[in-house]
């Protein structure tokens, strides 16, 4: 077994204390490769922010759990040659059942979600605790989730949205012992997160999708004071790079996202992680898309991948200064 405080990373417990004590959010970004890798601590080292690693069931199937692993331990020395020791997470995203989660436990990860939110609440409660009794004896802190987000994310699939019942919150925390809770209140996952008919155009002819239920956040920050609560499917696909990707060749149509104003809002209140993976990709990807239409005769990956990680950082380091309020909190 190898302990995450070995690999140098730390647990949620002091890092969301202090963000909704003050007022920010910590990033949740998702990685697969060394170039996500060093753009995310460059991003969060240079903005000094804390930062949460986040590893889905895809990344584990495409990089390997001990590769994601050892880039995590790399991550903590890396930051530490940039000049500033940041806390860094490694956290397990959407775990689809006990074992997955105690492997990755077991694997040196320091937080881990359990996603019940498919099963009857009953179910969701047995398997989330079990899930938190295991993780509190190796000081691991585990995430719940209540409600469930429409959209696709690796294996997580749902064609629809069911909002978080408030009225279930207290119960639900006091049972599992759970450290943090994931609620639905409208962000979905993807870049296709709502239909065209589920928004309105502004003068521009930009789709406006609908606002998050703020009343349902509301409700449950009463009944939940002061607890740790987290919004997955939060990227808000920058119009900018959908336009690049398409003018040099893709075909993303209709891509809406969460708008950061509405995020920052957020980030405000009791949320204190916000997940954010399909800004990241669409910034890869349009800046590689760009590079290839502009050199043909490039076959060196380096040479595309570089811009498309320097975009990443930028996008990123964007988000953790006006968007999330973590820039200066590490």
């Known amino acids: 077994m190898t302990s995450y405080k070995e690999l140098g990373l730390v647990n949620t417990k002091d890092m969301f204390a202090k963000a909704v004590a003050g007022g ?27 930062v949460i690693l986040q590893v889905s069931a895809g990344a584990r199937k495409y990089a390997n759990g001990t590769l994601l692993r050892n ?6 020395e890396y930051a530490h ?8 997470v490694l956290h397990l995203d959407h775990g689809a059942d006990f074992e997955i989660c105690k492997e990755c436990i077991d694997n040196g990860f320091s937080s ?25 004896k190796y000081d691991v802190t585990v995430e719940g989730e209540l409600g469930v987000l429409a959209g696709i994310e690796d294996d997580v699939v749902a064609a629809h949205s069911t909002y978080t019942q ?9 049972k599992t012992g759970v450290d943090s809770l994931a609620i639905s209140i409208g962000t979905s996952h993807g870049a296709n997160k709502f239909k065209p008919e589920q928004c309105t ?33 939060s990227s808000s696909v920058p119009q900018d790079q959908v336009a690049i990707i398409n003018a040099n060749g893709g075909a993303l149509k209709d891509a809406v996202g969460i708008p950061e104003e509405q995020l920052r809002k957020a980030a405000k209140s009791a949320v204190c992680k916000i997940n954010i993976d399909s800004d990241g990709r669409l910034a890869m990807t349009a800046a590689i898309r760009k590079y290839m239409a502009e050199h043909p005769d490039h076959f060196d990956p ?25 820039a200066g909190q590490a």
């Open 81 to 88: 040659e940039l000049g500033y020791d940041i806390p860094i």
């Open 302 to 326: 380096r040479q595309y991948l570089s811009p498309a990680r320097d975009s990443l950082k930028t996008i990123y380091m964007a988000k953790n200064k006006n968007v999330l309020g973590s």
């Open 112 to 136: 881990v979600m359990i996603d019940g939110s498919h099963f009857p609440y009953e179910e969701n409660i047995a398997l989330t605790r079990k899930v938190v009794e295991y993780a509190h």
């Open 201 to 233: 155009r502004n003068a521009e002819g930009i789709l406006i999708p609908p606002p998050l239920r703020f009343d349902i956040l509301e409700e449950i920050e009463k009944k939940l004071p002061g607890f740790p609560i987290v919004l997955h499917g």
């Open 71 to 76: 880039m995590a331990k790399g991550a903590v």
């Open 166 to 174: 408030p009225e279930e919150v207290i119960d639900f925390v006091s």
């Open 24 to 50: 920010f959010a910590i990033p949740a970004y998702n990685f697969n490769n060394m170039e996500q890798m060093q753009a995310i601590i460059q991003a969060c080292v240079e903005t000094k922010s804390p």
